[in-house]
């Protein structure tokens, strides 16, 4: 009897520090990984559409088109120039789920917060770096890259302008 009495308060024991331990991991994961969003928070992307150049010192100017296929997705088209002649890769964001995610390649980043000017998406799958696109004006934003793969972060910002067609 005594025997048993030892093992159960053990266990008993062993169960409490196992519930610590998992409000403590519970308490320490990133806040906005749970971020419901909304037709509404996907809508705040609409001065996305469009075609742009951008320019960057020291890089070569990347040109993006963003179309919005329906109330919940983005298609992304990349080109090689200027006139937009040769496609090199595509890109989508959408809404799924509660979640926004923007996808190039086999990598995937999930939004973490949105608001009706900025964007920020955070690395999920065969990804490194964070990005952030801000509007600037109805011609104009900005991305932002931040990797640290080297071991040090580097900073990326791309202007965005529109392109007339």
């Given at each position: 009897?005594?025997?048993?009495?030892?093992?159960?308060?053990?266990?008993?024991?062993?169960?409490?520090?196992?519930?610590?331990?998992?409000?403590?991991?519970?308490?320490?994961?990133?806040?906005?990984?749970?971020?419901?969003?909304?037709?509404?928070?996907?809508?705040?992307?609409?001065?996305?559409?469009?075609?742009?150049?951008?320019?960057?010192?020291?890089?070569?100017?990347?040109?993006?088109?963003?179309h919005f296929v329906n109330d919940s997705t983005i298609e992304i088209t990349y080109y090689s120039d200027s006139a937009l002649d040769r496609p090199s890769g595509s890109g989508r964001v959408y809404l799924t789920v509660g979640r926004i995610y923007h996808t190039f390649g086999?990598?995937?980043?999930?939004?973490?917060?949105?608001?009706?000017?900025?964007?920020?998406?955070?690395?999920?799958?065969?990804?490194?770096?964070?990005?952030?696109?801000?509007?600037?004006?109805?011609?104009?934003?900005?991305?932002?890259?931040?990797?640290?793969?080297?071991?040090?972060?580097?900073?990326?910002?791309?202007?965005?302008?529109?392109?007339?067609?």
């Amino acid at each position: 009897m005594r025997r048993n009495t030892r093992a159960l308060q053990y266990a008993a024991a062993a169960i409490a520090v196992a519930a610590l331990a998992m409000r403590s991991t519970r308490a320490q994961a990133p806040q906005n990984s749970g971020t419901p969003f909304g037709i509404s928070d996907f809508a705040k992307l609409r001065w996305l559409e469009g075609t742009w150049r951008g320019t960057s010192p020291g890089e070569s100017s990347v040109y993006e088109r963003y179309h919005f296929v329906n109330d919940s997705t983005i298609e992304i088209t990349y080109y090689s120039d200027s006139a937009l002649d040769r496609p090199s890769g595509s890109g989508r964001v959408y809404l799924t789920v509660g979640r926004i995610y923007h996808t190039f390649g086999p990598g995937r980043w999930g939004a973490s917060r949105i608001d009706k000017s900025s964007v920020y998406f955070v690395p999920q799958v065969n990804a490194r770096n964070t990005f952030s696109w801000a509007y600037q004006g109805p011609n104009a934003w900005t991305a932002t890259r931040r990797s640290g793969a080297s071991g040090r972060e580097m900073v990326t910002v791309y202007q965005m302008h529109r392109m007339r067609p």
